[in-house]
């Protein structure tokens, strides 16, 4: 007769544990620093107690968690595409007022979003919006997200030679800096328009090596991120991408 199997309970797996304020964030229902907000408002309880440390542990998917009166519980992953506009920041609050990407999904009844990476102020173009900062990590992560294409004015006609020098990028502030592909998309009578390819997304990159070669950006605008492009998005709107969209990124 075969012996019952006895398991060791000392060896099985654990939850794993992580603060309060994160695992409402992975939740998609808030930012951390919203959601440390609410931890320190006494809105968060905890297995029926209010928690008022941002960092008191959590075993997500164990314990019972609550914002309020409601049960916090994972929201459906919801990804907004905008035609950002120039001249708006990045930002759900401007310390020095300016006016933030936000306005563009002002009258829209949506969950909480952030922004997936950042195009600075005078930057237009491609910009998504998502409530799952682990997805958005990945994406915005060199590692592991897609390459971004950007269309750029220049001041000036481009030639070969110029194309040549932006393809070795350069050195900025100590940072070596380059593109993954830099080609001429098309000229007019006094300026023209690049194509340029990141792999990587580092602070004001496109610019800096310009800037570092002697030429003034007039217009800069992403127009695709992998194989989601823009498309004819009109400017300052924005939708909804389909489960077949977000599958693509």
């Not at 997500?60 to 009166?69: A, K």
């Not at 997200?145 to 050195?171: E, N, S, W």
């Amino acid at each position: 007769m075969p012996r019952p199997m006895v398991t060791d309970s000392s060896k099985a797996p654990r939850a794993v544990r992580h603060g309060v304020a994160r695992v409402i964030s992975k939740l998609g229902l808030a930012s951390r620093t919203q959601a440390t907000a609410w931890v320190l408002a006494g809105r968060v309880r905890v297995n029926g107690s209010v928690v008022r440390d941002p960092e008191f542990p959590v075993r997500q998917g164990v314990d019972q968690l609550h914002v309020d009166d409601a049960t916090a519980t994972a929201v459906e992953r919801v990804v907004l595409i905008l035609n950002k506009p120039r001249g708006l920041v990045t930002t759900r609050q401007d310390e020095r007022g300016r006016a933030t990407v936000y306005q563009c999904l002002s009258d829209a009844d949506l969950p909480w979003l952030a922004p997936v990476g950042r195009l600075d102020k005078a930057s237009e173009g491609l910009l998504l919006f998502c409530n799952d900062p682990e997805w958005a990590a990945r994406l915005t992560d060199p590692d592991t997200g897609p390459d971004k294409t950007y269309h750029v004015q220049i001041d000036r006609l481009p030639d070969a030679a110029m194309l040549a020098a932006l393809a070795r990028g350069a050195l900025v502030d100590g940072e070596r800096l380059k593109f993954k592909s830099a080609s001429c998309l098309r000229t007019g009578q006094r300026n023209g328009w690049l194509e340029i390819t990141l792999d990587e997304g580092r602070n004001r990159q496109i610019r800096r090596v310009f800037e570092a070669h002697g030429l003034v950006v007039l217009r800069l605008v992403r127009v695709k991120i992998g194989a989601l492009a823009l498309g004819k998005l009109p400017k300052g709107k924005w939708r909804r991408l389909s489960a077949a969209e977000i599958a693509t990124l």
